[in-house]
């Protein structure tokens, strides 16, 4: 994957006027997420007592259970958080070291340095 494509991606991600580590934070949910997501984990991770560690055929596996809405977005943006960090270790490598300073208008001025768009008519409805 090149520099123009990893801007391009990062661009679908951010929105106007946030450096990356902002994007990070916003997609993080902040405080109150992060408290309830730790008392999720630590339900889950609480073995049943008295219960054989056999599965019955007929429960469903995690994977096939229902999911709320709350926990959809929240996969989601779990998602986002793995590809910016994956577009960003990327960038690293390729030598760009400022990467998590750059601001959404600053990668897009980058791209049109480089001649990748002719305009900024396709994200100026970002």
């Given at each position: 994957?090149?520099?123009?494509?990893?801007?391009?991606?990062?661009?679908t991600i951010?929105?106007?006027?946030?450096?990356?580590?902002?994007?990070?934070?916003?997609?993080?949910?902040?405080?109150?997420?992060?408290?309830?997501?730790?008392?999720?984990?630590?339900?889950?991770?609480?073995?049943?007592?008295?219960?054989?560690?056999?599965?019955?055929?007929?429960?469903?596996?995690?994977?096939?259970?229902?999911?709320?809405?709350?926990e959809i977005?929240?996969?989601?943006?779990?998602?986002?958080?793995?590809?910016?960090?994956?577009?960003?270790?990327?960038?690293?490598?390729?030598?760009?070291?400022?990467?998590?300073?750059?601001?959404?208008?600053?990668?897009?001025?980058?791209?049109?340095?480089?001649?990748?768009?002719?305009?900024?008519?396709?994200?100026?409805?970002?």
């Open positions: 994957m090149d520099r123009i494509s990893i801007w391009k991606e990062l661009l951010m929105k106007r006027g946030e450096k990356l580590l902002d994007t990070f934070q916003r997609l993080g949910g902040g405080a109150g997420a992060k408290s309830k997501n730790k008392r999720a984990s630590r339900q889950y991770s609480k073995k049943p007592k008295g219960k054989s560690m056999e599965v019955s055929e007929s429960s469903q596996p995690p994977e096939q259970k229902e999911l709320s809405a709350e977005e929240q996969q989601q943006r779990k998602k986002s958080i793995e590809r910016l960090t994956d577009l960003s270790d990327k960038m690293m490598a390729l030598g760009h070291f400022s990467v998590y300073e750059d601001t959404w208008e600053q990668i897009l001025e980058n791209l049109k340095k480089e001649g990748a768009i002719s305009d900024s008519a396709e994200y100026d409805r970002m």
